[in-house]
């Protein structure tokens, strides 16, 4: 076993004018300390039910296919290669040696002199020359970028006719992630953050990753007319804008903007055959002690403990309980068996998840009124019990109607618009049967002074406006909820409609025994809590067989009228909640 802050680089040999040779590598242990000049690699493992031998350090190993195809291209004529690669050069049956160096993955690739990023070899189908033109396209679209204009920039003749391009865009198509692993592979991700230099190579081909970079500028900018016509999709869809959105999110993780939670959340969807590389795989691209306890990549805790470990370890980050807002629980056919309702699984995405909306709203609100998670109890509850969360917090009422779940994406062939506002009507008409209305200066008008009508406008817009990309833009005005009527009516108002849908997008509407509405988890249970360190509220259910004040977690909730402190003003007694 190597030392704690040395790996084991593999120095592979030269094949000498035969590229047929069979390959052949030696292992030799340095120090990161000593700063050794090696190249680190970035790959899909592939298969491994066939593996294909070579010889490393006179012993026979065998690796799979696609790294056996990937070391004859980096094999050189003349001269030995120092790589880095982790199916080589970190012993995969000592889990105790594996957690060490999946810890040094944050110098490991920071320190390499350049990281090379293998997309695989070009399919059988797509002919070379049309390989070759999908990278003059991306360079073309660099170098727009990098000239400020089209001036002076040649135009690919693969641009001229929608005959010409078709075989350059099924090459880029190729390489797109719903055809490519290794945009869906998690471990790709921190292997193209961390190095400071980086090369793109399939095939044959290669490119400077940061041609693909100063791409997506001109994706996300002007483009020609010429490059439109061609492409005929907007900037959010179609083959070339899934694979801009993918090169845009490794900058963002690049530029560290991300916090511990938007991190998790951006890459739960790429996938580890290890579920707890999951997270592992994303510690070189937090500060050190941010996640005190899952940093450890601990391969002898069991999958289930790891995530409990995660959801702490955010909490406690957050100082909030903002990773119980992220749809933290699975379906059934994908959930981790055994995990508490409350832990995030971050083993796989929700089949209906809410993205990033509530997500990026939860700094908007402050339902906790200024009452946050005690840090030393919720260490000493983790202590006592990995598997519960003690929560103080107050009742704020029974759920006593629900309305129909807005499924996103809704059932295939019906008219989206018209659906969505058809149910929106159905939870407007559930709002009139439940919930007590009062005209202007009565005593009867909603909580915040509202009438009915107001309230409604204001919670089917989470009483936010958002952009494009779900970000806040504004607090809701008159004008907003007059907006939400209009939709409503003639199904107009195009980002009113945005924000509406992204309020609606798998959730349920429903009215308290208080006589509040909210708009909640599709699975939303009997029970509404305000919890300190809650931005939003939450919904519980009594346990079944449990003690007092004994509960399953249900999920977040928008509830109008109590998101910012309100529900803390009622004078209620604030009791602590057992949560399973």
């Not at 040649?154 to 865009?169: E, K, Q």
């Not at 959105?245 to 963002?252: C, E, G, Y």
């Not at 990995?386 to 994406?409: I, K, M, Q, R, S």
């Not at 999920?555 to 909640?577: D, H, K, L, P, S």
Request: aromatic fraction near 10%.
């Amino acid at each position: 076993m190597v030392s704690r802050n040395e790996i084991r680089i593999l120095h592979l040999s030269p094949h000498n004018g035969d590229s047929s040779a069979p390959l052949k590598a030696d292992l030799r242990v340095a120090a990161l300390e000593d700063n050794p000049d090696y190249e680190a690699v970035s790959y899909v493992w592939g298969s491994r039910d066939v593996l294909v031998d070579m010889e490393v350090s006179g012993r026979s190993v065998g690796v799979t296919k696609n790294l056996d195809a990937f070391l004859r291209r980096l094999r050189l004529p003349d001269q030995a290669r120092a790589l880095w690669i982790d199916q080589l050069c970190i012993n995969q049956w000592d889990l105790k040696e594996k957690a060490q160096q999946v810890r040094q993955m944050r110098h490991i690739y920071s320190q390499c002199r350049t990281c090379l990023l293998w997309m695989g070899e070009i399919r059988e189908d797509i002919p070379a020359a049309d390989a070759e033109e999908a990278l003059v396209i991306l360079r073309y679209m660099a170098a727009l970028f990098e000239a400020g204009g089209e001036e002076g920039v040649a135009v690919p003749a693969s641009l001229d006719s929608d005959a010409s391009f078709r075989g350059p865009l099924t090459a880029l198509e190729s390489l797109s992630i719903e055809h490519n692993p290794w945009w869906a592979r998690v471990w790709t991700v921190q292997e193209a953050v961390l190095p400071q230099e980086m090369t793109f190579m399939w095939g044959s081909l290669t490119m400077p990753w940061e041609t693909m970079y100063h791409a997506t500028r001109t994706w996300t900018g002007t483009q020609p007319d010429q490059l439109m016509r061609r492409f005929h999709v907007s900037h959010d869809d179609g083959v070339i804008g899934g694979l801009m959105a993918m090169v845009i999110w490794l900058k963002i993780a690049k530029s560290r903007d991300d916090s511990p939670a938007h991190l998790v959340n951006r890459w739960r969807f790429r996938s580890a055959t290890d579920p707890r590389d999951k997270i592992y795989a994303l510690m070189g691209l937090c500060t050190p002690g941010t996640l005190p306890t899952v940093e450890q990549c601990d391969y002898d805790m069991p999958v289930v403990d790891v995530f409990c470990d995660l959801t702490f370890d955010l909490m406690l980050s957050d100082e909030g309980l903002l990773p119980l807002s992220m749809d933290p629980r699975l379906e059934a056919s994908k959930a981790t068996p055994g995990i508490p309702r409350w832990a995030l699984d971050a083993s796989h995405i929700s089949d209906r998840n809410t993205d990033w909306f509530h997500l990026f709203a939860w700094p908007e609100y402050e339902a906790h009124g200024g009452r946050h998670v005690e840090v030393g109890k919720m260490l000493q509850r983790r202590e006592d019990s990995n598997y519960t969360l003690e929560l103080e917090g107050v009742f704020v009422g029974t759920v006593t109607a629900v309305g129909d779940v807005w499924l996103n994406p809704p059932e295939p062939g019906i008219d989206r618009d018209a659906a969505q506002r058809q149910r929106m009507r159905s939870w407007e008409a559930l709002a009139h049967e439940h919930v007590k209305q009062g005209a202007a200066g009565s005593s009867e008008l909603y909580p915040g002074g509202y009438t009915l009508r107001e309230a409604f406008g204001r919670l089917m817009l989470g009483d936010i406006l958002r952009d494009s990309s779900q970000w806040i833009e504004s607090r809701a005005d008159e004008e907003d909820v007059d907006s939400v009527y209009e939709f409503l009516d003639t199904g107009d108002r195009y980002w009113t409609r945005k924000t509406i849908w992204g309020m609606m997008s798998n959730q349920r509407f429903f009215v308290t025994s208080s006589g509040l509405m909210g708009i909640g988890h599709m699975d939303t249970q009997p029970e509404v809590w305000v919890f300190h360190g809650g931005n939003y509220p939450f919904t519980i259910i009594p346990r079944a067989g449990g003690g007092t004040d004994e509960y399953d977690f249900g999920g977040r909730c928008y509830v109008q009228g109590i998101m910012n402190g309100e529900a803390f003003e009622r004078g209620e007694e604030t009791r602590t909640a057992t949560i399973y």
